[in-house]
């Protein structure tokens, strides 16, 4: 069964250190992917990285960056040089390839941004 | 590109009452998924459709519940009757390709329910 667990209920850090988020899943399939989005405090949810389990290369995106390790079944979400803007809760989802695009997602980490 | 729209942003309801929630996918879009957000249970996928059919409704929660997706750019969620432990924000989302392709998904703002 699909699972996704995001230990971390809430952090909060100060403006500009670095903050990483732990997501780890559990899956039976050999092609699934992983995902992370982002809910603002508007409450809108915002789509941020995509990642299919053959490609386990470590992707940068600006200030974001994503870590993914098959071997500890774990895809953790790091923000280097926090902004008061990434305040957010942010979850890690996963879908296996042969469950018809159902995406299931973990709790949630809330971020806080302190200035 | 407008997004995924969904209507009302806020529906306030006394118990017993039917509430109806909608959707409309982005354009071209062949999924349509609805999830509930809860504090305690966090972001729980209830029903998803492709090409107008609905594929997985195992995570609607009893029978008070039943979505419908008349044609590929409408779809509605209802409840009847509604209880307060429905209250939750219900999330519409549509994604571009069909089954298989598990490609990202683009949510509406959400309908606050509160049934009091």
């Known amino acids: 069964a699909q699972k996704v667990t995001q230990a971390q209920t809430e952090i909060s850090v100060v403006e500009k250190e670095d903050v990483t988020l732990d997501c780890v899943y559990e899956t039976r399939d050999t092609t699934y992917y992983l995902f992370w989005y982002k809910q603002p405090p508007s409450g809108e949810l915002v789509f941020l990285i995509r990642r299919n389990s053959f490609d386990e290369q470590n992707e940068i995106s600006g200030r974001y960056s994503w870590n993914f390790q098959k071997s500890t079944s774990s895809f953790n979400f790091t923000i280097t040089a926090s902004q008061v803007v990434d305040s957010a809760v942010y979850f890690c989802?996963?879908?296996?390839?042969?469950?018809?695009?159902?995406?299931?997602f973990g709790k949630g980490t809330r971020l806080h941004i302190l200035p | 590109d407008a997004g995924v729209i969904q209507s009302p942003r806020h529906e306030v309801t006394e118990m017993g009452q039917e509430v109806t929630l909608r959707c409309k996918p982005i354009?071209?879009?062949?999924?349509l998924f609805w999830y509930r957000q809860t504090m305690m249970r966090g972001l729980e996928l209830l029903i998803y459709f492709n090409n107008n059919v609905p594929i997985d409704d195992s995570g609607m929660p009893e029978d008070r519940f039943s979505a419908k997706m008349p044609n590929a750019s409408f779809s509605t969620l209802k409840i009847q009757p509604s209880e307060p432990r429905d209250s939750a924000v219900y999330f519409c989302a549509s994604s571009p390709l069909g089954q298989g392709h598990n490609s990202p998904l683009h949510f509406g703002n959400g309908t606050r329910l509160t049934v009091t």
């Open positions: 989802a996963l879908s296996e390839a042969n469950r018809d695009d159902k995406i299931i």
């Open positions: 354009s071209g879009h062949n999924s």
